[in-house]
Antibody
Framework: EVQLVESGGGLVQPGRSLKLSCAAS????????MAWVRQAPKKGLEWVAT????????YYPDSVKGRFTISRDNAKSSLYLQMNSLKSEDTATYYC????????WGQGVMVTVSS | EIVLTQSPTTMAASPGEKVTLTCRAS?????MHWYQQRSGASPKLWIY???KLASGVPNRFSGSGSGTSYSLTINSMETEDAATYYC?????????FGAGTKLELK
């Protein structure tokens, strides 16, 4: 059974950093592109980042480019999202998802950016 | 960036009623994916590559479309279908989602 379990969320002040993790199991992690998708409270879904199987290619929307970094450790079947210079508008539930399409999702982890 | 516009924003349907949700893209895309999200739950892939049903999706659901116009149809509304449905394009980066259609039971 495919499982994706996010961790690392919490309350953080504007301008600070936070790193999310996603532990994957039930499939050969190194064979799949992976992604982060977020959902602000009571809002829709927003794609945040994608990483290739080897980690050599990464993709971001303009809203997070230069502030967020997606990475992976295939040996540990883990996905990461380093979030720097956080803003209030980054407040959301962050989901780890397997490409493509996004056919498996984690349960999500809440990130609140507030002073 | 390809903008996806879903309509209606909200709708209510009675059990047994036929329902059609629409997603329009600002530029042509090769295919469309659809996700179902029930309240308090993670999204689930529902229809992929325009018309293929994800595993476990009842066959009262169908998807169609091409170019800039896509739709999700429920042949006969059931209670469990009440949820928010999002379309998503994966043809080009940045990947984008529609704002969602909230489908309620009448």
């Amino acid at each position: 059974e495919v499982q994706l379990v996010e961790s690392g969320g919490g309350l953080v002040q504007p301008g600070r950093s936070l790193k999310l993790s996603c532990a994957a199991s039930g499939f050969t992690f190194s064979n799949y592109y992976m992604a982060w998708v977020r959902q602000a409270p009571k809002k829709g879904l927003e794609w945040v980042a994608t990483i290739s199987t080897s980690g050599s290619r990464t993709y971001y929307p303009d809203s997070v480019k230069g502030r967020f970094t997606i990475s992976r450790d295939n040996a540990k079947s883990s996905l990461y999202l380093q979030m720097n210079s956080l803003k209030s508008e980054d407040t959301a539930t962050y989901y780890c998802a397997r490409h493509s399409p996004f056919n498996y999702w984690g349960q999500g982890v809440m990130v609140t950016v507030s002073s | 960036e390809i903008v996806l516009t879903q309509s209606p924003t909200t709708m209510a349907a009675s059990p047994g009623e036929k329902v059609t949700l629409t997603c329009r893209a600002s530029s042509s895309v090769s295919y469309m994916h659809w996700y179902q999200q029930r309240s308090g739950a993670s999204p689930k892939l529902w229809i992929y590559e325009t018309s293929k049903l994800a595993s476990g999706v009842p066959n009262r659901f169908s998807g169609s479309g091409s170019g800039t116009s896509y739709s999700l149809t429920i042949n006969s509304m059931e209670t469990e279908d009440a949820a928010t449905y999002y379309c998503q394009q994966g043809s080009s980066y940045p990947y984008t989602f529609g704002a969602g259609t909230k489908l309620e039971l009448k």
